[in-house]
């Protein structure tokens, strides 16, 4: 017998518990998801300082080993301690703050001129730390407001061709003309992508902004229109009961109770003792104004008029299960809440029919009758251990009219089941209180 608990339901039918749960997901805005997963540019600034030095040392290392065949001086020891000193700088200045999105203007150009000192000493001992001055050129973008960011690829750039070209030690006119055209042309090539980024940097975010309000506005309409569906719905059934009610009322109710005097009247007069045709008029008179009221008084399921919800289907299940000789089961997870009459006469008319079902067709020893609150949505899933469907389209007036019952109030029904392994029936339908009740929002 194939165990039919809860945690054998990764999800209730096609569009379970687990689909409603991710749905949120689904409907985030881009802002939102590009809040959650780094952008490519903030993985090149946290990741380029740490590979430029790793590159740098190994070169470094790589050429004192094949000079000093393996023998590291106390210049190598200096060095190394330059090369740890600017990885602890890199740490602290820069890549934990951007990580936490602390990084501030004044921090950063703090950060930027003590990282530019660092380069400058190291390349004293060796020009292969060139590498890691490059970095310089993607923190500069962190500079603000841009003028700041302009500034700081210049001095990325005195520092990095001051120390290849060696214009401190020999500086002549020559030297410096070069030094001084290398440094404007890098300066401006450089910095027009800082200048680019400051203008458009703000106008993408008000864009994504205007896009991420845009898409809640069509969300919160979405549930509107279809809680205005509902309760139009709702109103149009409740109108059109009322309306019979007054017809049966007005008409069959009326015209039995006349019945009945007539036949009390004639009961009265007659000369025979007992009439046994008169006896039966006024019993079957009797017994259909007994059913026009009841039905005026049961327009509802009886169950729901004397039980919340969740016990009328409680109730429903334990009967069920005693007049079919059945195992059943019934569960409620979430947190129960006030439903609209028709969403719960609806539910509880596709739990009867899942029911009448599985005692009809099923061969079933065992059935988990299963009521889900999720937030937005309410889910009812049906399920039986029995023979399943026989064919896979599964398609009897009842499963019929019980798609057509949910879909009138805006839900949706699956069945699924395979030969001898079982049958599921699950409905899903929007959470929507009665009117005149607000119902809490659910994150």
Known sequence: MRDLSTSDRPHVGVHGVATAKEASPDNRSRLARKGEQMRIWDVLQLVTPWLLLAISTGLYLAGVSAHDEGHFGPQAGIVLGL?????I?????????????????????????????????????????LVFTIAGFFHAYLLTPWPMGVLGVLATSVVLNGSAMGVLESPTPATLTEFALIVVLQTAAIGVGVVLLARTGPQEREREELVERLEAALHENAGLHAQLLAQAREAGVLDERQRLAREIHDTLAQGLTGIITQLQ???????????????????????????ARRSVRALAPQELQRAQFPDALRKLTKQWGAETGTEVRFEVTGEPIELSPAI??????????????IAKHAEARRAVVTLSYAG?????????????????RGEGFGLTSMRQR????????DVHGAENEGT???????????PGTRMEETS
Request: net charge neutral; aromatic share 6%.
């Open 424 to 434: 599921s029936v699950s409905a899903r339908v929007p959470a929507i209180a009665p």
């Open 344 to 357: 719960e006469v609806s539910l509880f008319r596709v739990a009867q029919e899942a029911l009448a079902n």
């Open 89 to 129: 700088w890199v740490l602290f200045g820069h890549t934990l703050p951007v990580r936490r999105g602390s990084l501030r203007p004044v921090p950063a150009g703090i950060y930027l001129a003590g990282m530019l000192v660092l380069c400058a000493y190291l390349m004293g001992y060796s020009e292969v730390f």
């Open 265 to 291: 009247a004639t009961e009265r007069s007659t000369t025979t003792d007992g009439d046994e045709h008169v006896r039966r008029a006024l019993l079957l008179a009797r017994s259909s104004l007994t059913d």
């Open 83 to 87: 090369v740890a000193a600017s990885g």
């Open 406 to 413: 949910i879909r009138g109030i805006g839900g949706h029904v």
């Open 376 to 392: 937005p949505e309410v889910l009812l899933d049906v399920r039986d251990d029995g023979r399943g469907l026989v064919t896979s």
